[in-house]
């Protein structure tokens, strides 16, 4: 696995950042978070940061899906400590948009994941619209 960009580990690029609690149900036999209940933090973190962005996903009849995800576990999480994910906007398509998450806990990195997100209207890709693109600027990582 590569290195990923140290400029993506730093939480103060990101514009938006929420707590998500772990459950001892997110734990695997060597008693750390395990790589399923990581990716569905980062489900929660997703939804959490687009309800908090001014333009709501879902009107004019289009919503956005995971196209794309990739995760890279680089250390740690245990229970019962809430991890911190956050989150910013990295790119804007004409039809997608890919979002950075830094997950930690505490001071210690645990995963850093990207996404590409597909605007889709009846079952196919849709434009982003005008509106959209508009409102996603102050969310956008700080390169």
Request: charge should be neutral.
């Amino acid at each position: 696995m590569a290195k990923p960009d140290p400029i993506l580990l730093a939480p103060a690029r990101y514009p938006f950042v929420c707590e998500i609690p772990t459950r001892f149900a997110d734990l695997d036999t060597n008693m750390h978070l395990n790589n399923a209940a990581l990716a569905s933090i980062l489900e929660d973190a997703r939804v959490r940061f687009h309800a908090a962005s001014d333009y709501h996903i879902g009107r004019e009849g289009w919503t956005a899906m995971v196209a794309n995800l990739t995760i890279d576990y680089l250390g740690q999480g245990f229970y019962p400590a809430p991890v911190s994910v956050h989150i910013g906007a990295t790119s804007v398509g004409r039809t997608s948009y890919s979002l950075a998450q830094l997950v930690r806990q505490g001071d210690a990195i645990v995963a850093l994941a990207r996404s590409v997100m597909v605007c889709v209207k009846d079952d196919r890709p849709f434009p982003l619209p005008d509106a959209f693109r508009e409102s996603v600027k102050p969310w956008m990582f700080q390169a």
